[in-house]
């Protein structure tokens, strides 16, 4: 492993308006590259410019807990940070790989986000995770913490070949009944789902089956994107040697479109298989609300609920105005609830979208959504 130090400007990442998949507004990269190696990561993307040999050299940001210290605390600011969960993880480097052993800057990072009392959302494939039980554990007490995992299946020996560098995923289940025994919510994060080889039926019901019986919260869903380039040249390497027979169904789905996804078709049609799997389980496939509604303002919980609803609909091929409405109300500048008459003026707000967001205002949540979430239509 080649390390590079650097110091950063600046860490934090945020959105423009709160991502309903991890319920946050901010992210962040402490470490640049990823030494877990996976065959199908898109951090080897081109757009992303992590620059040298991915897998093998990371970037470390040697400053960050300084700069963070400074973009976490409330004093000096003009207007505090949006409430929502700080989300640690995802991007181009896992938080975890084995850089994080010695930097610590994960484990540091738990520390300001504890000293500061914002909740945290954690996205790793390792099960170093384990070894900052403590301070989550004293993060959740005060604010709130999730650990997630993400997986491309259960199958050990599928992950050996597309996962080289990371704890195999019975390793990661127990870790996620460790973390449920220890009362830190956790979730899966099924992505990329591999096509043709995770993608199966049978092994989406065991990996759902696993999941089902280590306790998780929720399980998010995802095909795989294969951008041209870097990430798609070393993907197809590692097919071509390992599932050769592959390559004329990855031609067939893989058009080479600017963001590397799969055809429409494909993607409806493995949602579906997934989905009607999640609701034999009754596992919820987006974060459930019982973990946010107290801990966002009110117009991102609608938001979250609105765009929630919008991809339950489009798992069952139906058409909403819920996302164009969650949209609408993204742009405002003042807090929904001072909107309770005159919802209907909102673009994508119909009858039914306003007695959903006014059930929300009401009680944090809504029953059909809750219902949805779990049981389908
Ligand atoms: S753990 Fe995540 S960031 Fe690291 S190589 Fe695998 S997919 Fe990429």
Redesign the pocket.
Known sequence: MKIKEINAKSILRKHKKIDSWFVSKYGMNLYRG?????V?????AEKYNVDGN??YEVIVKTNAIDILKKELDPKGKRKPLSKGYIMIG?????SY?PVEEKYQLTKKTLGLIYQYGYPASIL???TLVGRDIDIIKKINRKSKAIVSF?FSSIDNKISEIF?P??PSPNKRLDSIKFFKENGIATGIFLMPVIPFITDKPEILNETLASAKQAGVDFIIFSGMTLKNGRQKDYFMKVLRKKYPELIINYDLIYKGNAWGSATQEYNDSIHKTFSKIARKYRIPVRIPPYLFKDIITGNDLVIVILEQLDYLYKLRDMKSSFSYAAYSISKLNTPISNMKNNLKSLKGVGPNTEKIILEILKTGSSKYYEKLLIDGL
């Not at 199908?40 to 080897?44: A, E, F, L, Q, V």
Request: hydrophobic share 10%.
């Open positions: 990823c030494t877990h190696n996976c199908y990561c898109d951090g080897r991915f897998g995802g991007g181009v480097g896992d790989q790793t494939k390792s993400s996962e560098g990371v």
